[in-house]
């Protein structure tokens, strides 16, 4: 009877002793103000960035926005441009445009080319030196009076630039939290999601105002100059090794002095060892993230879904142009100008929708089962998208073969890039939420996807529609946007058995 008192009292101890570390550990969490356990805990390290100011944080998102919206604003500033440098180079507009295609591809080749870097040298010194490299290439197609060395300078220009478009989840994921992930995720993609429509919008009025192309890229050039000062003024090197204890991190500094060298790349090459990967790890992770099953099947899908706002950025800027008598609608400049607002409204509201539902859905599944969450569910709100994008293909095809009013045609951009923009949040959400250690590899594929079915849709885009009618080109659009639902839900349906026989992505140091 005793030994059964004593056995009863060892295991009540025991559960008690369980217990109080429970609550102990519980105590030690670190909550947000809306009670929301923080997803990864903070240390107690001032230098962490998770632990910087609001102010500090935000500055450095804006900034790495800018950067990424400064890339495809100088992709799509060319646009305009393309009729006045067929005449200054004796070549015709088609044939200008290839440097445009140009520049788009290596937008997503450079996309993939940065992110090893980043991770053996630091995000800071990538975002600065690329951006400056970008800035100096620009300012080559400013004064070339050749269209080779044009073509040279285009190239480069989207290579570099474009750091920011992919490396801009790293720096996402190293200063924010899990529950701020999908805001954070909508401003940034936001702000560089209308860079395509803002460059020929500023564009027009420029050759509209002035007769000249050369004026539109000194913009670009001026634009990149303002980032790379805002550069200089905020950014930081976000990378903080969690794996290395608070008192074995390496000093920073406090000073302007020490954020240089950071910005420059010199503290971090100081501190490599043992801190950052090494080159051959860093390099492996490409394809390693790339043949994780989720991450194939969901670029596809979002290629599909995205690779026709760049066919539809082409096709209506040179047929609003067109005479009447040649089947266009004879706008301006100034005109095609102005109906380059339709997509940035549309994606405001796309950004704004999609900003406060993924965090509504994201948190009201949570509270559900019981704090446990599965990325599948950002995915929802690409279902709402689907029901903009086909009628706005389908609007755009049928507006454009029936010569009806061009009101109908902006109807139909605004309702598909606003389907785009929504589903752009989702897809980014849930493949950070799945391999949140590798935001470097995620922004850099899903890049790769937009930019890639734009670059080549950009090549057929003008014949196919010319030649078996606007109506059923865009018709078969609609028709590969519907299909690609279906590998959505293949996604969301078997996304979770997937992630968990691929696993995760680890650093190996």
Known sequence: MSDKSSGDSDTHNEEAGISKKLRSAEMELKYADNGIALTPQPTADPKDPLNWSSTKKNAILLTVALGAYAADFGSGADIPCIVKQGIEWNMTPNEVNYSGNLNLIFLGIGGLFWIPVIYFWGRAPVLFWTTLSGTLFTLGCCVTTDFQTYYAMRALMGFTLTAPQTIGLAFIKDMFFFHEHARKIGIWAAVFLVGPYCGPLFGNFIVDGTGEWRPVFWLVFAFCCFVLVLIVLFIDETWYNRNIPMDKQPERGSTEWDRMMRLTGIWQ??????????????????TTVLFKPIMLPTMCYYMMSFMWAIGINITTSILLEAPQAAGGYGFNAKAIGYTYFTPLVGVAIGEAFGHFFNDFVANRYIRKHNGEFKPEVRLWINYISFFFMPPGLVLIGQTLHRHLHWSALVMGWGMYVFGVMAASVGVTAYTLDCYPNASGEVGGYINFARVAGG??????????????????????QAGIVTAAVILLIIIQRFGRIWREKGGQVEFEF
């Open 269 to 286: 090459i100081k501190h490599h060892s043992g801190y950052f990967l090494p080159v051959l790890s860093s390099c492996k992770r490409l």
């Open 455 to 476: 670059f080549i849709v950009g090549y057929f885009q003008m014949p196919w529609g010319m030649k078996v009618g606007y109506d059923v080109s865009f018709g078969t």
